[in-house]
């Protein structure tokens, strides 16, 4: 399977790195060169990191690199192993889905609202849309991660589905 999204959180993450470094630098420049600094840029640089984690944790599921035990799964066969891996990641759905849904309840609770955000005056719902496009990704990257598990021959698979 080949994936036309692959690079998408990268991308993501690396540009708004850069954004992110640039406005707290402006931030410390402002401060201790200029004795002030916009408070905006303070506000932003937060809101990027928001978004930064949401969209890397979907970037971790893609790379297979969050944390899990593996000693107890490894004394059993190739086969219990990817059974073990299913429910694993099912679960992991059933939660990443339940993000998306709750995390858009949320953004139409606070578009409902009207609530801006204090030093930006943007509103609200920006920096919380992060929470269900974070829990989409990761539900998104589960699926593909089951996809991978069971067309598979190994439970000793990376990103892409190709044995390690």
């Known amino acids: 399977m080949k994936m036309?999204?692959?690079y998408i959180e990268e991308i993501f993450?690396?540009?708004t790195m850069i954004v992110m470094v640039l406005l707290i630098f402006a931030q410390v420049i402002g401060r201790y060169v200029f004795s002030a600094a916009p408070s905006w840029t303070e506000e932003l640089a937060r809101f990027i990191h928001i978004w930064q984690v949401?969209?890397?944790?979907?970037y971790a599921i893609r790379l297979r690199e969050h944390i899990k035990i593996e000693a107890f799964t490894k004394l059993f066969s190739k086969s219990?192993?990817?059974v073990f891996e299913t429910l694993a990641i099912l679960v992991w759905f059933a939660l990443a889905l339940s993000?998306?849904?709750?995390?858009?309840q949320l953004v139409i609770s606070s578009l409902r609202n009207g609530q801006l955000t204090p030093a930006m005056q943007?509103?609200?719902?920006?920096p919380f849309l992060a929470i269900?496009?974070?829990g989409a990704g990761m539900s998104l990257r589960l699926i593909q991660q089951l996809w991978m598990i069971w067309r598979s021959d190994s439970t000793d698979y990376k990103e892409?589905?190709?044995p390690v």
């Open 132 to 134: 269900p496009i974070g």
């Open 54 to 58: 949401w969209i890397g944790a979907s």
């Open 99 to 104: 993000l998306a849904i709750l995390g858009t």
């Open 160 to 162: 892409g589905g190709n």
């Open 4 to 6: 036309k999204d692959r």
């Open 13 to 15: 993450l690396v540009l």
């Open 122 to 126: 943007i509103p609200m719902w920006i």
């Open 80 to 82: 219990v192993q990817k």
